[in-house]
């Protein structure tokens, strides 16, 4: 007797990593509606604020690459080491100089070559310099973007604050994979 369907694909015929995928789509999935929530909600660290998207809307107890930097503290800003490799003035200036001298982007290197550096410019450094800390000092590569907590975004924002209170917020990278 043969069975009927027996060749038909499944899933897994179309997706090799269908688990990996599967895990992603879920994580996306538990993010979903945070903006709309309350903050206690979402974050454990309670000095997240709500962002304007979903996405965005992450607590670092939730990413694990965190919990290192973490250690003993309830939020990553509050390692002695944040202050210091994140905010220090003379390190966002090292920083501006390094990416200077290793970009080959005419746009983004005349941004940084101003000799007044713009809060715009100041958060931008910060960000970079939060995700080399978080990767452990590797960059992550060109057009690989991340979404940086909410409670890094505030504290940033706080001390680099645009007069308008206008952000751009998370963009996706525009390099095709």
């Known amino acids: 007797m043969t069975s009927p369907y027996k060749f038909e694909p ?27 929530l309350q903050i206690n909600n979402w974050c454990d660290c309670q000095k997240c ?5 979903d996405r965005e809307c992450i607590c670092c107890s939730e990413i ?18 944040f ?17 200077i001298s290793k970009t080959k982007n005419k746009g983004k290197k005349k941004l ?6 713009e809060n715009k410019t100041r958060r931008y450094l910060c960000y970079k310099q939060f995700v080399f800390w978080a990767n452990e000092w590797t960059p992550i590569g060109k ?8 409670c890094v975004i505030n504290v940033i924002r706080t001390k680099y604050a645009e007069e308008d209170g206008q952000y751009t917020g998370f963009k996706n990278s525009k390099i095709p994979y």
């Open 83 to 99: 202050s210091k490799l994140i905010l220090d003035e003379e390190v966002i200036e090292i920083t501006r100089k390094q990416i």
């Open 143 to 150: 057009g690989n973007r991340v979404v940086i907590p909410a």
């Open 49 to 53: 604020t709500i962002l304007p998207t």
């Open 64 to 81: 694990d690459i965190l919990n290192k930097l973490r250690g003993i503290y309830k939020c990553v800003i509050e390692n002695p080491s």
């Open 10 to 36: 499944t899933k897994l015929d179309f997706c090799d990593d269908y688990d990996s995928f599967n895990s992603n789509h879920n994580e996306f999935s538990q993010c979903f509606g945070r903006s709309l």
């Open 112 to 117: 940084l070559c101003n000799t007044i550096l």
